[in-house]
């Protein structure tokens, strides 16, 4: 998928993480191994993981907000993309300020509830200083 001229893997929650949880599912690390065999050869590319949620508030302790549990979804999520080198990967969280979908149905929602890899543009390959 392309979104906002970036070229975009989604990944729903469902798959990954149980609600409110950050803890990589079994059927989740599976598809992260499958991710990773995909993108690991595409050498000097970097790739950012980026956490969303909708816009349900969380509030716990170890969750203050939903910027915390998307932000520590995209670092479990990292954390299992086994074969790509680390100097490759980012994490970000952007909580329920980046919605794919309206928050108004339990769909939409669901849409909103998701992990992100996105490929990181090479600035080199975009800007050409001119040469004199």
């Keep these: 998928v392309f979104r906002d001229g970036r070229m975009v893997l989604q ?31 595409l050498e000097d590319r970097a790739w950012q ?17 939903n910027w915390e549990l998307s932000t520590a979804r995209s670092v479990a999520v990292v954390k299992y993309l086994i ?10 969280g952007y909580g329920q300020y980046d919605p794919v979908a309206d928050n108004g149905s339990d769909e939409g929602r669901a849409k909103n509830r998701r ?14 200083t001119p040469v004199k």
């Excluded at 729903?12 to 990773?36: I, M």
């Excluded at 992990?115 to 050409?128: D, H, M, W, Y």
């Design 11 to 41: 990944l729903r929650n469902d798959v990954l993480f149980d609600s409110g949880k950050v803890d990589v599912k079994a059927a989740g690390k599976k598809a992260l191994e499958e991710v990773a065999a995909i993108l690991a050869p």
């Design 49 to 65: 993981v980026a956490g969303h949620t909708d816009n349900v508030p969380i509030s716990s302790a170890r969750f203050p907000s």
């Design 115 to 128: 992990i992100e890899i996105v490929l990181q543009p090479n600035l080199e390959e975009l800007i050409k």
């Design 83 to 92: 074969g790509m080198p680390a100097e490759r990967l980012s994490a970000a």
